[in-house]
């Protein structure tokens, strides 16, 4: 990969390589997870660890035989044992059950590909049951020209497998102990081999540079579109939106062009996107539109409300229902009440907005000192004319009317107004500075 990161931690859709082989290894409902590492090993322990899983430090790469003789020798002989690969992340549960049910003593997954340079060749007898797998490198001419290839995946007794990785050797050009060379072993003995033949190469696909998960990007954005379309979201161009983590819909979701999801994003039923909005582990309720060219971080959102366009919702906001945020208006860490406006060219930071309350624009919340913050709060029904700017700490009271070009930094009765601003003056016969 040309990079410090170790493979299985590069994302695709937002989430590792190795997530996505977990997420769906653990639909298999195991006993247990092993997983088999090496170098940069400890990253992928600190970002992927959980109680399911146990990790097993491979110290030399001797093999994909020896990674799994490792992680055996924590398993007991009666187990049943599937063996996946972190850099194959699009292998489905649907491909995984139907391997595990053709059999319980050694199984294989095949696949028939158009080009199977680089794969393991799948040998078979004139009877069509499974002899041998042989490693591309390994090939001779005839054989390099058989289609249907190894996948790597196996399923079988954890006894057995021990068993026969205890007399594989390391004669070949790698000087490694290969796992496919149970398979001739197997069929040597009298073992009966069952496979399962998948004709999705997309499935079986391992990802070994950045050229190959970029496109296998494309593949997997293609098929969450397709998962949403068809989950009844409307999208306006599938081929314009991304999803990176997990975007949860409910009915009538509309969604335009040149949107970015990120972590968790929530969708209630009747919300519209507009194009280029970026969404990033939030909560949306049902009926709310977002307008073009917002950004919504870790923000709340309540049903029948009206955002952007060109708004930023910062972490920490959190909106009631029927509120309006409107143009260039940033919001941080403050709490929004129902019916709420704040339509214009505002900042809004750690404060609480009343209900109905009306923000001018270009109203500024004045929220740190340089050293700490400070919150502001205006209480119910209060009308904030445009270009005031509220030193924080500040509470405006319920009703409280302020006049436009206010600059105030205590606190605000009740249902009064309140105008601060400077007389203007009149300089006569003054000269602008000019440019020498």
Not at 135 to 152: H, K, L, M
Not at 194 to 205: A, W
Not at 215 to 220: K, L, P, S
Not at 261 to 268: F, H, K, M, S, Y
Request: hydrophobic share 40%.
């Amino acid at each position: 990969m040309k990079s410090s990161l170790p493979k299985v931690l590069h994302r695709l859709a937002g989430k590792p390589l190795l997530e996505h082989v977990l997420n769906t290894a653990r639909q298999l409902q195991p006993e247990c997870i092993h997983i088999v590492y090496g170098h940069g090993g400890d990253a992928v322990k600190s970002q992927l660890d959980a109680e399911d899983i146990q990790w097993v430090y491979q110290q030399e790469q001797l093999g994909t035989g020896h990674a799994v003789q490792l992680a055996l020798d924590n398993i007991s002989d009666n187990q049943r044992v599937c063996i996946q690969y972190g850099d194959v992340p699009l292998l489905t549960v649907g491909t995984l059950s139907s391997l595990l049910q053709k059999g319980d003593s050694l199984g294989v997954l095949t696949a028939n590909v158009a080009d199977p340079t680089g794969y393991g060749r799948m040998i078979r007898d004139s009877a069509g049951r499974l002899r041998a797998i042989v490693e591309d490198r390994d090939a001779d001419s005839e054989q390099q020209q058989i289609r249907e290839i190894n996948t790597g995946i196996m399923v079988g007794n954890a006894g057995l497998i021990k068993k026969l990785l205890g007399q594989v050797g390391s004669n070949n050009d790698q000087g490694e102990a290969y796992l496919t060379d149970i398979i001739a072993m197997a069929a040597e003995s009298g073992v009966l081999i069952y496979d399962f033949t998948t004709n999705s190469e997309i499935e079986i696909t391992g990802i070994n540079d950045k050229v190959q998960l970029a496109a296998m990007e494309r593949i997997r954005q293609q098929q969450i579109a397709e998962e949403l379309m068809r989950s009844g979201v409307t999208l306006y161009d599938p081929a314009r939106l991304d999803v990176r983590g997990d975007l949860i819909c409910g009915r009538d979701v509309e969604i335009d062009i040149n949107c970015l999801v990120e972590g968790r994003v929530e969708l209630a039923d009747g919300v519209i996107i507009g194009p280029n909005v970026c969404l990033k582990d939030c909560v949306i309720g049902a009926n709310t539109t977002i307008k073009a060219n917002c950004v919504i971080e870790e923000g709340v959102i309540g049903a029948h409300s009206i955002i952007g366009p060109f708004a930023r919702l910062r972490p920490g906001a959190r909106l009631d229902e029927s509120v309006h945020i409107g143009n260039f208006v940033e919001i941080k860490n403050s709490e929004i009440a129902e019916g709420a406006k704040v339509n214009h060219l505002s900042y809004i930071g750690d404060s609480y907005i009343g209900k109905r309350v009306n923000i001018g624009a270009g109203t500024i919340t004045c929220n740190y000192d340089g050293a700490a913050k400070h919150k502001t709060i205006i209480q119910d029904d209060a009308f904030i004319g445009s270009g005031t700017e509220l030193v924080a700490p500040i509470q405006v009271g319920k009703g409280a009317t302020i006049g436009a070009g206010s600059t105030l930094s205590s606190d605000i009765d009740d249902g009064v107004l309140v105008v601060e601003r400077s007389k203007a003056r009149t300089i006569k016969d003054w000269q602008r500075p000019k440019k020498k």
